[in-house]
């Protein structure tokens, strides 16, 4: 087996960690080995990057200083976790990579969407995902999901925030057709689920049967 890279991105709310948890158990009853990450997170420091960032005591955190946590916590991430799975030829399945930061900080918050790729190809060393499924889903129906949730700091940004970063994930899928695949992420998680397992069967499976 050759090292896949699978991410997925979507609003806060759209059903990522339910399809990574389906995703994984599918790939294990196959036999391949998987590496389950998030971001940001996946890393001891990492992890206190992310406190940082969702604690709602720092609502003042400045929007450059954002930004720069997010990607100082997804370098850390690929040096000790992603490329060493991937030199495994393990299956990393990652909830969140860099169209986050895309998406979130550039369309979202509104800084410069080139300055950020620069950061993101720097922090990634250029590396991109596999395959990335973008669940779309509408704000007010994700906010209906994570009603009974106790919201962190990011999630406590609003309808219209959410609106440009859902715009920003539609860009994104424009942009690079070949890697990003969206899909509804209101249906049922069993149709969901079904067809991202064609996707991955068509485009990485298959493939992977062939080496």
Do not use: W
Not at 135 to 145: F, G, W, Y
Not at 172 to 196: M, N, Q, T, W, Y
């Amino acid at each position: 087996m050759i090292g896949k890279f699978v991410t997925f991105e979507g609003i806060d709310g759209s059903g990522k960690t339910t399809q990574i948890d389906l995703l994984e158990t599918a790939l294990k009853q196959r036999g391949i080995s998987t590496s389950i990450l998030r971001e940001p997170g996946g890393t001891r420091l990492s992890e206190k990057i992310r406190d940082i960032l969702l604690d709602r005591k720092n609502m003042h955190l400045s929007l450059s200083a954002e930004s720069l946590l997010f990607v100082a916590a997804r370098a850390q991430l690929m040096e000790e976790k992603i490329k060493p799975a991937l030199e495994r030829d393990q299956f990393v399945i990652c909830d969140r990579f860099s169209d986050s930061t895309i998406a979130y900080q550039g369309y979202g918050r509104g800084l410069s969407i080139e300055y950020l790729e620069e950061l993101n190809k720097f922090n990634t060393d250029s590396i991109q995902p596999d395959l990335t499924f973008i669940l779309d889903i509408d704000p007010e129906k994700a906010a209906l999901r994570m009603s009974s949730l106790a919201l962190d700091r990011m999630e406590t940004t609003g309808i219209e925030f959410y609106l440009r970063v859902q715009e920003g994930y539609y860009e994104i899928a424009r942009r690079f057709p070949k890697r990003c695949v969206l899909i509804d992420g209101s249906h049922p998680e069993s149709e969901v689920f079904e067809l991202i397992m064609k996707v991955v069967n068509k485009k990485i499976l298959k493939e992977l049967s062939c080496i």
